[in-house]
């Protein structure tokens, strides 16, 4: 079975396969000051809830963008599974071509996104990622990644809004019951919810001017469900490209 973990800014996102399928998978907290027995203990209550005999695991790929936690859960592996983890990273080969000023700065996270949309969707085609940040990619019909973008996510767009605003405080980040509020509450979240898919459609419609034709919009993220229902712009929700693209590098990367 192969381990397959996420590791964003706010959540880790935690998969196990049993080849091409997803038999669990789980979110929970980043807490960047743990350690790797923190995790451990974490990871081994999730598996006896879902019934994963933790010998089973035989591989394992991770995606991190939040650099204190690669050495623990690299750590977490080695004690716990007996298997050394592939680190993704813009190095690792996944068939993608890189069309950008510096791969390197690229989150694993995003390359793993990208590969999945790319292989189940082809090309050209545009990735969504909500989370911290809210980010784009665009992957062409040759399999190159060309760029993307990244803006502000919605959870940190309201609470700066909340925290910043003497008079504002932190809504619940639901549709508001029209657009044209009529009290705090319903303004602030149609800015946010409506505002937000605003944001998606402009994006979206200028990228596909600039490739030159229209392509599927595939997004994932916490997030992801809320946005799509308010805007057209979005194709379809994939809220485990991450962990099926992590799925796929290592299939490609396996010895």
């Known amino acids: 079975m192969l381990l397959t973990i996420d590791i964003g800014n706010t959540n880790i996102k935690i998969g196990v396969y049993q080849g091409e399928r997803l038999t ?132 940190i767009s309201a609470d700066a809004l909340f925290r910043l605003a003497a008079k504002l405080y932190q809504v619940e980040l639901v549709r508001p019951p029209k657009v044209i509020g009529t009290n705090t509450i319903h303004h602030m979240q149609s800015g946010v919810i409506l505002g937000y898919a605003g944001l998606v459609e402009g994006l979206v419609h200028r990228m596909q001017a600039e490739l030159g034709t229209s392509c599927p919009v595939i997004a994932t993220g916490g997030l992801a469900e809320l946005i799509a229902a308010e805007t057209e712009a979005i194709t379809t929700v994939e809220p485990y490209l991450t962990l099926e693209g992590l799925r796929l590098i290592y299939e490609m990367n396996r010895t």
């Open 24 to 155: 669990a998978h789980w979110r929970v907290t980043t807490e960047r000051h743990r350690l790797a027995d923190e995790y451990l203990v974490l990871l081994h209550n999730l598996f006896d809830l879902g019934g994963i005999d933790p010998r089973d695991i035989d591989g394992c790929a991770i995606s991190c963008v939040v650099p204190p936690l690669t050495g623990e859960f690299r750590t977490l592996c080695h004690k716990y599974f007996r298997v050394e983890p592939l680190m993704v990273n813009s190095h690792t080969p996944t068939g993608l071509q890189y069309k950008v000023d510096s791969p390197a700065e690229l989150g694993a996270d995003r390359i793993a996104n990208s590969l999945a949309a790319f292989r189940r969707y082809g090309g050209p085609v545009i990735v969504l990622a909500f989370g911290t940040a809210t980010t784009f990619d665009v992957i062409t019909a040759a399999g190159e990644y060309i760029g993307g973008a990244i803006a502000p996510g919605i959870g």
